[in-house]
């Protein structure tokens, strides 16, 4: 069982950029998919990026490709999601959680983060 804690949430200004973090532990970390979401007030959780389990592949919701950045460090048990180029309606409470393959569905995610807040001010 992997037990995962995110980072790195906050207030910035639209156009700001932050890096969150979500640290593993558990043995299995480094040969999991690792995936981001994000649920934004009275909207349902949606995916925003995944990587395998090598970070060689990723996958991003296509609405934020470009601006988001997803990458992984098998040695410190941790993946980050770069988010550039922030706007209001990227605010929302992102979360990590350990996933299957290449799926971007959130019933092929588990183990999910306790998340951490991103306000992005207009």
Known sequence: QVQLVESGGGLVQAGGSLR???AASGRTFSSSAMGWFRQAPGKER????????????TYYADSLKGRFTISRDNAKNTVY???NSLKPEDTAVY???VGIGSSNREADF???GQGTQVTVSS
Do not use: D, P
Not at 46 to 55: Q, Y
């Open 81 to 83: 999601l770069q988010m």
């Open 95 to 97: 979360y990590c959680a």
């Open 46 to 57: 949606e995916f925003v990026a995944s990587i395998m389990w090598s970070g060689r592949s």
């Open 110 to 112: 588990g183990s999910w």
């Open 20 to 22: 969150l973090s979500c």
